[in-house]
């Protein structure tokens, strides 16, 4: 089976562009989940779905980020406008259960 | 509010010998317990999870926990380390009835010849 797909793998993009990130979850899985790993801050999770819908976004750090979920196959999150502190890696994962969770590989993002 | 404490920054095992890693964590009721594993410029992958029945769960590679509630903590252990297993580890707490996973600031390990 493959595991969560997440797409760019690697972005680098100027300070003011727009950045969306994609993440293809695991078939049948009911709960998505986008996390931000830094060396400051450790792992933390910035919005979660269930079924589609944003269960809690309290983690998501201001307006310039949004995330979106408009079938059970597919999410975004996008940050407009970018800014360099928002350099990080960006992890989705999908959960069938509400319990366990399997992540992507990551978006290893850079905004200069 | 819950939060998950990993005293240990780096730790340094030869390979073959045994290893720990431990996990502290602080919530009321008992939580569901993870740990997971990052190699370098990877995504997590879950070894193994706790919660519910018997306090000693066997996950994949090898590796073993131990939830202890009197001690609050769950810690890592695999008897014999493999120079494979350098990577960054993650115990993580979740509440029971919600999907917030919590992560500890992550334990890396490293393997000596």
């Known amino acids: 089976d493959a595991g969560v797909i997440q797409s760019p793998r690697h972005e680098v993009t100027e300070m003011g562009q727009e950045v969306t990130l994609r993440c293809k979850p695991i078939?049948?899985?009911?709960?998505l989940f986008w996390y931000r790993q830094t060396m400051m801050r450790g792992l933390e999770l910035l919005i979660y779905?269930?079924?589609?819908?944003?269960?809690?976004d309290s983690g998501m750090p201001e307006d310039r980020f949004s995330a979106k979920m408009p079938n059970a196959s597919f999410s975004t999150l996008k940050i407009q406008p970018s800014e360099p502190r928002d350099s990080a890696v960006y992890f989705c994962?999908?959960?069938?259960?509400?319990?366990?969770?399997?992540f992507g590989p990551g978006t290893r993002l850079l905004v200069l | 509010a819950q939060s998950v404490t990993q005293p240990d920054i780096h730790i340094t095992v030869s390979e073959g010998a045994s290893l720990e890693l431990r996990c502290n964590y602080s919530?009321?009721?008992?939580?569901?317990l993870f740990w997971y594993v990052q190699s370098p410029g990877q995504g997590l992958q879950l070894l193994l999870k706790?919660?519910?029945?018997?306090?000693l769960v066997q996950g994949i590679k090898g590796f073993e926990a131990e939830f202890k509630r009197s001690q609050s903590s769950f810690n890592l252990r695999k008897p014999s380390v493999h120079w494979s297993d350098a990577a960054e580890y993650f115990c993580?707490?979740?509440?029971?009835?919600?999907?917030?996973?919590?992560f500890g600031t992550g334990t890396r390990l490293l393997v000596s010849p």
């Open positions: 919530y009321g009721a008992t939580p569901y």
């Open positions: 779905f269930n079924n589609n819908v944003p269960i809690d």
């Open positions: 706790y919660f519910s029945g018997d306090t």
């Open positions: 078939s049948g899985h009911n709960s």
């Open positions: 994962a999908s959960s069938p259960d509400q319990e366990t969770q399997y």
């Open positions: 993580a707490v979740m509440n029971t009835g919600f999907q917030k996973l919590v």
